[in-house]
């Protein structure tokens, strides 16, 4: 398959480094050059500079020619915006839209028809069940099998954002988990501040 992925962050880079290594075609879109460094050194598809909404970086990626669409960014509204000029100016039926906020998921779905992702409900699911089932091991997508790595996060990071905790070789921050148990998934948009006993949750391939 011809696979266009809008957003080169945790998701996005994810996407495209599984879809390369399965065989297709990716190309990815993202305004930021410097997040091609998230793509595995292999990867073997085309990385484009530019904002999602401009019809001429759309082409440029190869819109014209691709049977699905997954627009990811950390932005709702980008991404219904990016949804929609894919599915009307370009034709494109298989799109599926990334929805952070999950009050919001319903709503945009039945007002844009967009076949939509709340990463959110998928991830707090997915770590509730992980957590409270005991098990480190899921599976989290078709022939794909994931581990959650808890470790508590070191005091001299409390009150700093959980974007500056140190990354794991292999592994992505997925969240954080506070003493109450409640569960805050990362979002590389997100100002979430870590609090003593709080825990990262990491997820690699396993």
């Not at 500079?49 to 509204?77: F, H, K, P, Q, W």
């Amino acid at each position: 398959m011809n696979i266009l992925i809008i957003g080169c962050g945790n998701l996005g880079s994810v996407l495209a480094n599984e879809f390369d290594r399965n065989g297709h075609d990716v190309s990815v879109v993202d305004e930021n050059p410097d997040r091609i460094h998230l793509l595995h050194e292999d990867f073997d598809g085309l990385f484009v500079t530019g904002i999602a909404m401009d019809m001429d970086v759309l082409r440029d990626a190869g819109v014209e020619s691709c049977d699905a669409v997954a627009v990811v960014t950390s932005d709702d509204n980008l991404n219904i915006t990016v949804s929609q000029i894919v599915k009307k100016f370009f034709g494109v039926e298989n799109v599926i839209t990334r929805i952070t906020n999950s009050y919001r998921e319903n709503a945009f779905k039945n007002k844009f028809g967009l076949k939509t992702i709340c990463q959110t409900n998928i991830s707090a699911n997915t770590i509730y069940s992980a957590i409270i089932g005991g098990g480190d091991n899921i599976n989290i997508a078709n022939n794909s099998n994931f581990m959650i790595d808890s470790i508590k996060v070191d005091d001299k990071y409390v009150g700093r954002a959980i974007s500056a905790l140190p990354l794991k070789d292999g592994a992505s921050l997925f969240g954080i988990k506070r003493k109450s148990g409640k569960v805050l998934i990362y979002d590389l948009m997100s100002n979430i501040e870590v609090e003593s006993g709080d825990t990262a949750l990491y997820i690699r391939e396993g």
